[in-house]
Each structure stands twice: as C-alpha cells, then as structure tokens.
C-alpha cells in the first residue's frame, strides 16, 4: 500500500496535469473513506463522492459475480451534460476517482493521465 505522501503526491500530480480538474480521491472500497482528497471548488464534497463511488464500485462487482464473469473491475466512466467522472481501480480494494470539467478535457486526456500516474505509483 501506498503511503500517505505518495497518495497525496498522486493526487497534486494528477489536478496539475488535467485541465478543467474538479477534484480526486484515492478511496478505501470496503469503508467509502477517503485516504487522500483535493477538491479545487469548496461546493464539492469529496467525502459525499468517494461514499457513494464505494457503492457504485461494491454494486458493479456484485454484478460481475452475478454475471459469473470472469473479469476484474479496472475503471468505470461515468459522463454528465458538465463533468467527466472516472473511477480507476488502484492496490487491490483502492479507487482513485477524479472529476473534471467536460469542456476543458475529454475521456482521453483524463484517462491517459490518470493511468500514467497510477503506473508511476505502482512502479
């Protein structure tokens, strides 16, 4: 597991890198706790996202098993009218979760940079 630093490291690496960045967290998947967050805007509750991404990522892995997939959870996007959501799986029961603004940045972008920085973390 990641130490608090390289958390918090991954995150200010990844809001410098992406345009349009709303916020991160690297989540714990069994508590919805965030281990590390930042937020650019005070109106977006990190705590509130990661809890419920924790839901959404408990919920699609139930659904693999329903599915006797055999398949692993790497990442989920998720795209509204204003922002990009991206959920990336990271160290076993880990997600980062990153929002941005969908008219500074595309899927692309955010995915490349988010990949290359969990890369980089895990190396």
Do not use: W
């Not at 076993?92 to 972008?109: E, K, P, S």
């Amino acid at each position: 597991m990641a130490t608090q630093d390289q958390l918090n490291a991954l995150i200010a690496d990844i809001a410098s890198d992406i345009n349009g960045f709303i916020g991160a967290s690297v989540v714990d998947v069994e508590s919805g706790l965030p281990l590390a967050s930042h937020s650019v805007r005070p109106d977006f509750d990190l705590d509130v996202a990661s809890a419920y991404n924790s839901e959404m990522v408990k919920n699609k892995r139930k659904t693999i098993d329903a599915l006797r997939l055999e398949a692993t959870l790497e990442d989920m996007l998720l795209t509204l009218d204003t922002q990009l959501h991206l959920i990336k799986m990271i160290e076993g029961d880990t997600f980062i979760y990153l929002a941005a603004d969908c008219q500074a940045t595309n899927l692309a972008l955010l995915r490349s940079a988010v990949n290359r920085h969990v890369a980089a973390l895990n190396a």
